[in-house]
């Protein structure tokens, strides 16, 4: 092979890395940019049976995500924050005053100063060097863990990584790729358990755009992809887009019987009009025909209690309310044909009133409202007249 031979090829060579650079950043700046992105390309054909847990870890939290043997909700949440601890600043000693010079008139120089007789005269410039500041402490963290169920938003997760797809894949990167998708130094990992062992990944940097993704490697491979920031976003997000806040899954216009009790008090419920937002009501079985404003607003607030917190069963400072809490009410919900789709159940304790639901869904007792609970507890007997 010639000279000429080489340098042909050798032009070849690099207009084929030049063609391969510029289509790489036609790719990055359509990301970038939010461009349309393909259809999503599977790398882990994972079923939903497969999967096991999945957990996300920053520099500030730590998700932890339990999914159920079954499948179907509920799937418990654990998150721990790191939390920055706040202390006051140490207090400075106050600066001595200056002593006073002799000339400021008889008796002046020496008032309040023993007499020892060969003392020296003590100057205005003798004052004492003001108190050193305090060495600035290092900072504190402590860790706040919250367990809760999971909403819809991490059903979403479970069905973007069963199976596993990605919006882009790069290959192995270099060092200065590496640089510049943030993953040389990752600031977060994704690892999803699975019944055989687990898959993970490193997380970089984030898009920007309409459709904004995250950069993630992949430890098995050593590949680098584009993962749909739904995944990443929501686990991130902790608690405020993890958490369920609806005591249900069922739709409101599904239930279409209801059953209310509280203590020997029992009425029993129908759903009128309930395909119809603006038009359901509730109303009494005995009477359907006649709207009861007194049913019918009660209903109106129980549909207004959401869980504001799962309180933790193991925090001595605030007892389970199942242990010293008064039940309220239960009710009871059934789908047309009779069939059973859940319930609620109300109860008060403490001093301010404090207020506890629990569901189908919940399993365990959550914290609800209080203004809720006061007005729900306060018309409770309104509804059985």
Not at 105 to 127: F, M, Q, R, S, V
Request: charged letters at 30%.
């Amino acid at each position: 092979m010639n000279i000429k031979t080489l340098a042909v090829h050798g032009i070849l060579a690099v207009l084929a890395l030049a063609a391969a650079y510029l289509a790489w950043r036609h790719d990055r700046t359509a990301v970038d940019s939010g461009e349309e992105l393909a259809e999503e390309i599977e790398i882990a054909g994972f079923t939903r049976a497969d999967l096991k847990t999945i957990t996300y870890r920053s520099e500030k939290r730590t998700v932890q995500v339990e999914l159920s043997e079954s499948g179907e909700p509920p799937h418990w949440v654990t998150v721990t924050t790191k939390l920055r601890v706040r202390t006051p600043p140490a207090k400075r000693e106050p600066t001595p005053p200056e002593p006073v010079s002799g000339d400021g008139g008889p008796g002046a120089g020496d008032a309040g100063l023993p007499e020892t007789g060969d003392a020296a005269p003590i100057e205005a410039g003798d004052a004492a060097p003001p108190a050193p500041r305090p060495t600035p402490e290092e900072p504190r963290f402590e860790e706040k863990t919250l367990r809760f169920v999971g909403n819809k938003a991490l059903d979403e997760i479970v069905k973007r990584l069963a199976p596993l797809k990605v919006s882009r894949r790069f290959g192995k990167l270099g060092s200065e790729q590496l640089e510049e998708f943030e993953l040389h130094e990752p600031q977060a990992s994704l690892v999803i358990g699975l019944a055989d062992g687990e898959r993970s990944f490193k997380v970089g940097g984030r898009t920007f755009g309409a459709g904004s993704h995250y950069y993630v490697l992949d430890d098995s491979n050593g590949e680098a992809y584009l993962m749909s920031s739904k995944i990443i976003r929501e686990l991130e997000g902790g608690q405020s887009r993890l958490m369920q806040r609806e005591l249900h899954r069922f739709e409101a216009s599904d239930a279409a019987k209801a059953t209310v009790t509280a203590g020997d008090q029992r009425r029993s419920l129908i759903h009128r009009n309930r395909h119809n937002l603006r038009e359901r009501v509730w109303v009494d079985a005995g009477d359907p025909e006649r709207v009861n404003k007194a049913v019918s607003g009660w209903m109106g607030q129980l549909g207004r209690l959401r869980a504001l917190s799962y309180p933790d069963p193991d925090d001595s400072s605030e007892p389970p309310p199942a242990l010293d809490a008064t039940p309220l009410f239960r009710v009871e919900y059934a789908d047309q044909e009779g069939a059973n789709l859940g319930f609620v159940e109300v109860s008060r304790t403490g001093t301010p009133n404090r207020y506890y639901g629990r569901s189908e869904l919940t399993g365990n007792w959550v914290a609800i409202s209080r203004p809720v609970g006061d007005e729900l507890f306060s018309r409770l007997d309104t509804f059985f007249d």
